[in-house]
């Protein structure tokens, strides 16, 4: 380390300059933006399976290509945030290695079951809207590429999101079967949503460097607030109920009051004991091996175009 450098570094960061790839940084900040960039890659890439099995499923064919569109998006931004990850050294057949073999993390979200095609609506509006609200705070992040991709990112999700309410209200206000099946698919995904924005403030290690290098700009705690507060609204407009008799609205602090979250059954899934991480990584290690042949393909072709031009 050159004591030097990094005050220059902390300097840069503090006067509220983007650093980019060519600029001079400590390992410790390129691994950081390494694995918190892989990570996010990786619950993108991952993130795309519990809707996968519900394209045929659809129920019109205006939801079916809407679900197309949405899953293609995220494997945009997983390809995105890969290659913001190349920036800073690291190598893409290394970090899939990493996500194959268990290894790397990625959103716990991504290991619950998608049972019903409601689900693909509380998706849609809990998981995308909790992603939003993290994705518009990373917008403003040190690290230069990782910031731009957040910009395209956070302007595709807000259709993922919309998608999926305008799939939730449809259901809620439809016949009480399919408002059963709303209030289902809330009842399943609303705590493990709210475990996508991690462990409390004074549970997470990573917080102190984040802020000083002004990769987080809002809390863990700050952002699952933000979350709250406005869905609540949403679930009263869907006359759904949120599955947490402790939500009340506290008028001192100008937020809702919310129940404790299930710590144990959170770092259970991140720790690889959720009900569907193995199902998702070994789908992820079949498509990585059936698709090969592509990238055997685009190498070759690739190769044969550089020998014509006689490079
Ligand atoms: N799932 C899995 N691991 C999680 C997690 C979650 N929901 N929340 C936290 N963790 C991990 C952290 O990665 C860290 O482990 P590590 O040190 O080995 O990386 C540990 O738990 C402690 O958490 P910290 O709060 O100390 O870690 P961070 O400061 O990095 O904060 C974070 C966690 C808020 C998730 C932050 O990493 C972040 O903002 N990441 C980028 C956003 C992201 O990954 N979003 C995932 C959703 S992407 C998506 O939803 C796709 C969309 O299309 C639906």
Known sequence: DDPEREAGFQAHIDAEKRVEPRDWMPERYRKFMIRQISQHAHSEYVGMLPEGNWITRAPTLRRKAALLAKIQDEAGHAAYLYSAAETLGASRDQMLEDLHSGKAKYSSIFNYPALTWADIGAIGWLVDGAAIVNQVALCRTSYG?????????????????????????????????????????????????????????????????????????????????????????????????????????????GHYDFGRIDWDEFWRVVKGNGLCNRDRLRNRREAYENGAWVREAALAHAEKKRARAGR
Not at 158 to 171: D, K
Not at 177 to 193: I, N, T, V
Not at 220 to 230: H, P, T, Y
Request: hydrophobic share 40%; net charge negative.
């Open 145 to 253: 590429p990782y910031a731009r991709a957040m910009v395209r990112i956070c302007k595709e999700e807000s259709f993922h999101q919309r998608q999926g309410f305008e799939i939730m209200t449809t259901l809620a206000h439809g016949a009480p079967e399919q408002k059963a099946m709303a209030q289902d698919a809330l009842d399943r995904w609303w705590w493990p949503s709210l475990m996508m924005f991690g462990p409390h403030d004074s549970d997470s290690p990573n917080s102190e460097i984040s802020f000083r290098w002004k990769v987080k700009r809002q809390s863990n705690d700050e952002l699952r607030q933000k979350f709250v507060d406005m869905t609540v609204a949403q679930a009263e407009f869907l006359g759904l109920k949120i599955p947490d008799d402790d939500l009340k609205w506290n008028e001192a602090r």
